[in-house]
T-cell receptor
Framework: EAGVAQSPRYKIIEKRQSVAFWCNPISGHATLYWYQQILGQGPKLLIQFQNNGVVDDSQLPKDRFSAERLKGVDSTLKIQPAKLEDSAVYLC????????????FGQGTRLTVV | AQSVTQLGSHVSVSEGALVLLRCNYSSSVPPYLFWYVQYPNQGLQLLLKYTTGATLVKGINGFEAEFKKSETSFHLTKPSAHMSDAAEYFC????????????FGQGTTLQVKP
């Protein structure tokens, strides 16, 4: 079974530029999560999708971050414009159903804003 | 609000020694509790989880954890450390009334010395 795929693995951009990350969850997984992991901290949920609907985006900085999950499969997370404090690893995860089944994580995208 | 505190950001043990990683949580509702492991440049992998039932939970790679409601703790243990256990470990909580969102602690880096 293929895991959660994310791209790119690494990205370096200048502040005020825009960037997009892509995630392909495990086939058949209805729930998709984007987490932000700042160096030295645990992951923090940015947004959760159930199929193509948003369940929780309470911690998403909506003035600069956006996310979509077209057709309830792939998802993209965008930052525009980026700030230095956005430097982090962005982790995508998916689970079969909403709730307490195991969430499977991708390898993440490491973003460096200079 | 739910939160997780991991005591000790770095733990160092000798190979073959007991591993003990501490986790305390706060939750206003019965929690579901998780331990994840993260190897360098990898995503998070589930070690074990507590939902309901037996309070002593066994996971992969010889790890186990015990849910102690009276102490609001969910400490992770392994009787004998192996060099391959060196990684970062995250404790996480998900309130039972939630949709699957995970709230993570700040992580504990485990170093195993030969």
């Amino acid at each position: 079974e293929a895991g959660v795929a994310q791209s790119p693995r690494y990205k370096i951009i200048e502040k005020r530029q825009s960037v997009a990350f892509w995630c392909n969850p495990i086939s058949g997984h209805a729930t998709l999560y984007w987490y932000q992991q700042i160096l030295g901290q645990g992951p923090k949920l940015l947004i959760q999708f159930q199929n193509n609907g948003v369940v929780d985006d309470s911690q998403l900085p909506k003035d600069r971050f956006s996310a979509e999950r077209l057709k309830g499969v792939d998802s993209t997370l965008k930052i525009q414009p980026a700030k230095l404090e956005d430097s982090a690893v962005y982790l995508c995860a998916s689970s079969l159903v909403q709730g307490y089944t195991e969430a499977f994580f991708g390898q993440g995208t490491r973003l460096t804003v200079v | 609000a739910q939160s997780v505190t991991q005591l000790g950001s770095h733990v160092s043990v000798s190979e073959g020694a007991l591993v003990l990683l501490r986790c305390n949580y706060s939750s206003s509702v019965p929690p579901y509790l998780f331990w994840y492991v993260q190897y360098p440049n990898q995503g998070l992998q589930l070690l074990l989880k507590y939902t309901t039932g037996a309070t002593l939970v066994k996971g992969i790679n010889g790890f186990e954890a015990e849910f102690k409601k009276s102490e609001t703790s969910f400490h992770l243990t392994k009787p004998s450390a192996h060099m391959s256990d060196a990684a970062e470990y995250f404790c996480a909580v998900s309130p039972s009334s939630n949709t699957g969102k995970l709230i993570f602690g700040q992580g504990t880096t485990l170093q195993v010395k030969p």
